[in-house]
Nanobody, 121 residues
Framework: QVQLVESGGGLVQAGGSLRLSCAAS???????????MGWYRQAPGKQRELVAT???????NLADSVKGRSTISRDNAKNTVYLQVNSLKPEDTATYYC????????????WGQGTQVTVSS
């Protein structure tokens, strides 16, 4: 059973930084390395939105809202993906979710439970 566990969220002042981590268990290293990893977020009353993805080859895609102040990275040896967000803004307040999506197995698509990020002004 695949489990994704996010950590690193919390309360931070505007202008601060956070590093979120997502550790995957119940997945082989090979399957993890053959999965696109992503971070999404959902603010109260809003739809879940893409924050960033990192492909199996390490290519990254960042939402315009975080581009220039965020980095997504992965460590296949640890089955872990990270999201570094700098210069945090109150509008970054949301629950951040990790996603694992296989590029070789349709339907192999898992979500974590989320970690709360609250940015105070």
């Amino acid at each position: 059973q695949v489990q994704l566990v996010e950590s690193g969220g919390g309360l931070v002042q505007a202008g601060g930084s956070l590093r979120l981590s997502c550790a995957a268990s119940g997945v082989t290293g090979v399957m993890f390395s053959l999965s696109t990893m992503g971070w999404y977020r959902q603010a109260p009353g809003k739809q879940r939105e893409l924050v960033a993805t990192v492909s199996t080859g390490g290519n990254t895609n960042l939402a315009d809202s975080v581009k220039g102040r965020s980095t997504i990275s992965r460590d296949n040896a640890k089955n872990t993906v990270y999201l570094q967000v700098n210069s945090l803004k109150p509008e970054d307040t949301a629950t951040y979710y990790c996603n694992l999506r296989s590029i070789i197995t349709p339907g192999y698509d898992y979500w974590g439970q989320g970690t709360q990020v609250t940015v105070s002004s």
